[in-house]
């Protein structure tokens, strides 16, 4: 399987260490090997070289030429609609998450923990009723209570008299 | 002129409060040498001026050690210098035993106690029996440790002590306005009773010595009764109520790729 994902003038890649942790940004140009000119004019990241160790790339490319001024960038972040993209996609929700869950403090941890055991215990009940309720070939199976829930109601419409 | 008599003669008339202690103006220039000479000194300070002011030293006449003493009889000199202030007559051939100062005495220590250990504060116990429960704090005792409780009836902790070093403060609070700690709960109603001496004589020796049996006194069951109910009453009136009763119920575990100095408490 080839590279999917280069570094290139345009991509937009995710920060990892510093102060711009976790904000994305727009390559714009590869200085050397090792550091490439970042810019993110919707992120608030002013144009500087950034560490490629630091830095992850996304599936997302802006077009623009190489050394590109912010103005350009900029427009064609806005164009690109990238900033909404990118808290739309996966990755973006799940460091989201991941952030929420690293605030949450012991009491919360505990709070979601039986959150998640109430709505287990839930599921398991539905799980169950379902099983029982269902033959090996998928018919539906009727049970003695539902027998006899079917007569009592009968009875009580009158119906059910000899 | 230097120009610093002039500020400093302004200085008051400016109706700034003059500060207890100026910067030195005077300094050593090098090898001794002062800036401002002695005869300027004189001058910027105005000593002139206070000449007139000063008042005479009073001379206060000083006492002889010695006296001359007439002595009578014709082969004594006729005269003999006598010291005032008479020498010991004896020495003591030991050290005498005083008391020491009580600087150094454990009690006295300064107890420096963390910030979040505040009383109310739900705390985490890291070791000891009650490893891993969650108890209240009621207040820090007089020796720096920490009173705690359970409440006994939700994780069967008892009103106890516990240093500081052994619990983990979490964010958890309750208000504790309305809880009252009795006075008498401190370090010396926890101190353990000394073991009775009186031994069984004749055929109580024959058989192994009973050992004794710790059993908790009604006066600790009657204050921890106390206790506990006006903080359940605390706790009832928190705003996750019926989750804070579980939360103290619960116990504190780490599961896999959880690391105690990555979380928050």
Redesign the interface.
Same mark, same amino acid.
């Given at each position: 399987m080839p590279f999917q994902r280069y570094v290139e003038t345009g991509r937009i890649a995710k920060c990892t260490s510093g102060k711009l942790r976790g904000k994305i940004v727009s390559i714009v140009d590869c200085i050397d090997q090792t550091r490439v000119l970042v810019d993110g004019p919707q992120s608030g990241v002013p144009r500087q070289a950034y560490r490629l160790n630091n830095l992850q790339l996304t599936k997302f490319r802006l077009k623009f030429p190489y050394h590109a001024p912010t103005r350009v960038v900029r427009k064609q972040w806005e164009a690109a609609d990238l900033t909404k993209k990118w808290e739309e996609s996966a990755w973006a929700q799940k460091s989201k998450n991941v952030k929420k869950r690293t605030a949450l403090n012991d009491f919360d941890r505990f709070k979601l923990r039986y959150a998640k055991k109430q709505r287990n215990k839930l599921l398991t009940i539905a799980y169950n009723t379902l099983k029982k309720r269902t033959k090996a070939d998928g018919s539906a199976r009727v049970l003695k209570k539902d027998r006899k829930l079917r007569i009592q109601e009968l009875k009580k419409a009158g119906k059910g008299k000899k | 002129m230097p120009p610093v008599e002039k500020s400093a003669k302004k200085a008051p008339a400016s109706g700034k409060k003059p500060t207890k202690f100026r910067k030195a103006v005077n300094f050593n220039l090098s090898g001794g040498i002062m800036r401002y000479s002695r005869h300027q000194q004189y001058k910027r300070k105005a000593l002139w001026r206070q000449k007139a002011t000063l008042k005479p030293k009073q001379e206060v006449p000083k006492r002889p050690l010695t006296i001359v003493k007439e002595i009578g009889g014709g082969h004594n000199g006729g005269q003999r210098v006598v010291t005032l202030r008479k020498n010991k007559a004896n020495y003591p051939t030991k050290a005498l035993v005083t008391s020491r100062p009580t600087k150094g005495v454990f009690k006295l220590h300064k107890r420096s106690t963390r910030k979040s250990l505040i009383p109310g504060r739900?705390v985490?116990i890291v070791a000891g029996k009650h490893k891993g429960k $969650?108890v209240i704090v009621l207040k820090v005792l007089q020796s720096g440790l920490l009173l705690i409780t359970g409440p006994f009836s939700l994780n069967s902790t008892p009103l106890r002590r516990i240093s500081q070093r052994y619990v983990i403060a @979490?964010? @958890?609070r309750i208000n504790m306005a309305n809880v009252v700690v009795p006075d008498h709960i401190n370090d010396a109603y926890f101190k353990r009773e000394p073991k009775s001496t009186k031994r069984n004589r004749g055929e109580g020796e024959i058989f192994a010595p009973k050992k004794e049996v710790y059993t908790v006194s009604e006066k600790r069951k009657s204050d921890q009764a106390t206790v506990d109910k006006s903080i359940k009453t605390a706790l009832s009136q928190h705003k996750?109520k019926k #989750? #804070?009763f579980?939360?103290l119920r619960?116990y &504190?575990a780490l599961s896999s790729s959880q690391y105690p100095h $990555? #979380?928050? &408490?």
């Open positions: - | 739900v985490i $969650r @979490t964010q @958890t996750d #989750l #804070l579980n939360y619960s &504190f $990555r #979380l928050k &408490f």
